[in-house]
């Protein structure tokens, strides 16, 4: 069974910094991309960063470029999120995703709150 399990979100002002965490079991975790999305409250889910198989590369959504840094383990099964500079627009539910022989597994998902 894929099991996605993130942690680290939390309260956190303007300009500060969160380190966000996504366990994976159940799969290859060095041959799945995985990705980072968000949903603030009252909008879409969006896509914020991708960690391709095979560590290394990297993509991210326009809003977060130079801000977040995107890294996986594959020993660990892990992937990460540093999320510097943060905005008050960040606010949002994280979530981790990975997309495996056509389905798409989600994690439960953390919170993010900027705020002053």
């Known amino acids: 069974e894929v099991q996605l399990v993130e942690s680290g979100g939390g309260l956190v002002q303007p300009g500060g910094s969160l380190r966000l965490s996504c366990t994976g079991s159940?799969?290859?975790?060095?041959?799945?991309?995985m990705r980072w999305y968000r949903q603030a409250p009252g909008k879409a889910r969006e896509w914020v960063a991708t960690a391709w198989e095979g560590g290394g590369l990297a993509d991210y959504t326009e809003s977060v470029k130079g801000r977040f840094d995107v890294s996986r383990d594959s020993a660990k099964h892990t992937l990460t999120l540093q999320m510097d500079s943060l905005k008050i627009e960040d606010t949002a539910m994280y979530y981790c995703?990975?997309?495996?022989?056509?389905?798409?597994?989600w994690g439960q998902g953390t919170q993010v709150t900027v705020s002053s």
């Open positions: 159940g799969f290859t975790f060095s041959r799945a991309p």
């Open positions: 995703q990975t997309r495996i022989n056509d389905s798409d597994y």
